[in-house]
């Protein structure tokens, strides 16, 4: 990047704030429209009208990093879009996997029954459990899959995607800047109720980094804070 461009945008921003001083000063001063005649009247409406237009093109929205930005660019991210998926696994499996909270839910919601079984070779340790879905699990996951993939070993469903519940808090220094938020699941079926509450609230922080068109999420971790992606990985539930 070219050491004039912080320069040129620094002359943007006061080019965009000036204008807007002098776009209220004319407001303030105008008369009633009353005390005008038709034509000035009319000359006068069209100022004001180019001026807001000359603002508009010298101001970019992403110059200032507001929460209302900051909650566009998070929301807008790939990253945050993203669905969460859970893969049921059904089929013998060892006592370390089958307890597991996910399951113990899927159990208790008559989704899924396990019976004792032999261990094969390679898992451990005893005893093992062979997990079949139930008749109800499977009118279920049906709703969610097709058919075909409901009768696989390995089923991976679309359980909850992101909300953003609010921007919290913007600390700037220089061209950086961590963004905290919250944000909460919301379920897509029945299986993503049950193991996706909407009712927690999970905290993040995120870095972002100002470049010559604006502000953005930082990608990657080439410069101080973190990228979305180990934001939401790292959420802690928000109080």
Request: hydrophobic share 40%; charged share 20%.
């Amino acid at each position: 990047m070219s050491a004039i461009t912080p320069m040129k945008n620094k002359i943007a921003r006061r080019t965009c704030i000036s204008l807007l001083a002098s776009l209220l000063r004319l407001r303030l001063r105008l008369p009633h429209p009353s005390r005008f005649s038709k034509g000035e009247n009319h000359g006068r409406f069209r100022l004001v009208i180019l001026g807001f237009l000359t603002l508009l093109t010298a101001c970019s929205p992403r110059d200032y990093l507001t929460r209302r930005l900051a909650t566009d660019l998070i929301t807008a991210s790939t990253e945050f879009q993203t669905q969460q998926r859970y893969t049921l696994q059904t089929g013998v499996m060892s006592n370390k996997d089958y307890p597991s909270p996910e399951y113990l839910v899927l159990q208790h919601h008559n989704w899924i029954t396990a019976n004792s079984a032999p261990c094969p070779a390679g898992i451990a340790p005893p005893p093992c459990w062979d997990v079949i879905l139930t008749p109800a699990g499977v009118e279920t996951i049906r709703t969610i899959v097709s058919a075909e993939e409901a009768a696989k070993s390995t089923i991976r469903l679309p359980a909850a995607r992101r909300e953003l519940v609010a921007v919290t808090g913007v600390t700037k220094q220089g061209s950086a800047a961590d963004v905290e938020f919250t944000w909460r699941w919301i379920p897509l079926n029945e299986v993503g109720a049950a193991l996706y509450s909407s009712d927690l609230h999970y905290k993040s922080l995120v870095g972002f980094r100002q470049y010559d068109d604006g502000w953005r999420i930082q990608q990657g971790t080439l410069h101080s804070g973190q990228p979305i992606e180990d934001a939401l990985k790292n959420a802690e539930p928000a109080p």
